[in-house]
C-alpha cells in the first residue's frame, strides 16, 4: 500500500555455540523428547528473518526462510514467507501462503495480507480483508491505519476517520498514521483540527504543506 513506510530495527550480534549438546527433556510416558536447544535455534532464526524484513532484505530473508523450512517447517515461517513475497512484489504467491494460514492462529495476519494485495486492485475487497484483520485483532495499531487509509482512498472518509484516530492513539509514534490522519482532516476541510494534530505532533509548516498537497492528489477522481 502507498506511503507505507517500514521502520528499521537494529539487529543485534548473535553468537550461537556450535558444539554445544542438545538438551533434551525425557518423561516415563514415552512422550516424544523435545530438542530444546533446536527450539531456541529457531526462535533466534525467526528474530533475524524479522530484522530483515525490516530492513526491506527481502532475498536474504527468503533465502533464511527456505533454510528453516527444509527442516523445521512452521506456520509462523510460511507467514514471514508470504509478508517477504509479497514486498517483492509476488502477489499471487504471498496470496496464497496467506490463505494457507485463514482459520490458524495467524488468521488476522493473513487476513492483513490478503487486504494489502487486493489494495492494489480492488479496493472493495481490500476494505473487507482489512476489516477483517481488525475485528480480529483491534488493538493492533497497523491494522487500524491500512484499514483507516484503504477508506480514506475508496473516498469512505467517515469511516475512515474513527480508524485512523484508533491508530494514532494506540500507537503516537507512529508519524504515518498521524500523517494520515492529517491528510484525512483535510480531505473533510477540518483545517482547525488538521493543524492542531500537526501542531501538538510537531509538524513544521512545509511538512503540512506536503500534506495538503498529497490530499489534494486523493481527493482527484479516479
Given at each position: 500500500m502507498r506511503q507505507r513506510v517500514v521502520a528499521a530495527s537494529v539487529l543485534a550480534a548473535v553468537t550461537m555455540a556450535g558444539c554445544a549438546m542438545p538438551t533434551r527433556n525425557s518423561s516415563a510416558?514415552?512422550?516424544?523428547?523435545?530438542?530444546?536447544?533446536?527450539?531456541?535455534?529457531?526462535?533466534?532464526?525467526?528474530?533475524?528473518?524479522?530484522?530483515?524484513?525490516?530492513?526491506?532484505?527481502?532475498?536474504?530473508?527468503?533465502a533464511h526462510i527456505q533454510d528453516q523450512q527444509r527442516v523445521r517447517p512452521t506456520r509462523e515461517l510460511k507467514l514471514l514467507e508470504a509478508e517477504a513475497?509479497?514486498?517483492?512484489?509476488?502477489?499471487?504467491?504471498?496470496?496464497?501462503?496467506y490463505r494457507d494460514l485463514l482459520g490458524t492462529e495467524y488468521d488476522a495476519d493473513a487476513e492483513h495480507?490478503?487486504?494489502?494485495?487486493?489494495?492494489?486492485?480492488?479496493l472493495k475487497s481490500a476494505v473487507q480483508h482489512l476489516r477483517s484483520a481488525v475485528q480480529?485483532?483491534?488493538?493492533d495499531a497497523l491494522f487500524r491505519n491500512d484499514l483507516g487509509y484503504a477508506l480514506m482512498v475508496s473516498g469512505r472518509y467517515r469511516e475512515a476517520l474513527p480508524e485512523l484516530a484508533t491508530a494514532v492513539e494506540l500507537d503516537q509514534s507512529n508519524t504515518l498514521g498521524r500523517n494520515n490522519l492529517i491528510m484525512l482532516l483535510l480531505l473533510t476541510h477540518d483545517e482547525a483540527r488538521a493543524k492542531q494534530v500537526a501542531s501538538d505532533s510537531g509538524v513544521s509548516d512545509e511538512q503540512l504543506a506536503g500534506l495538503r498537497r498529497q490530499a489534494q492528489t486523493l481527493a482527484k477522481p479516479r
Open positions: 510416558t514415552g512422550e516424544p523428547l523435545r530438542d530444546v536447544n533446536a527450539e531456541s535455534n529457531g526462535e533466534v532464526h525467526t528474530d533475524l528473518i524479522r530484522a530483515m524484513l525490516a530492513k526491506q532484505q527481502y532475498y536474504a530473508a527468503l513475497r509479497r514486498r517483492l512484489g509476488q502477489g499471487a504467491a504471498a496470496d496464497k501462503l495480507g490478503i487486504g494489502l494485495i487486493a489494495a492494489g486492485s480492488d480480529r485483532r483491534p488493538t
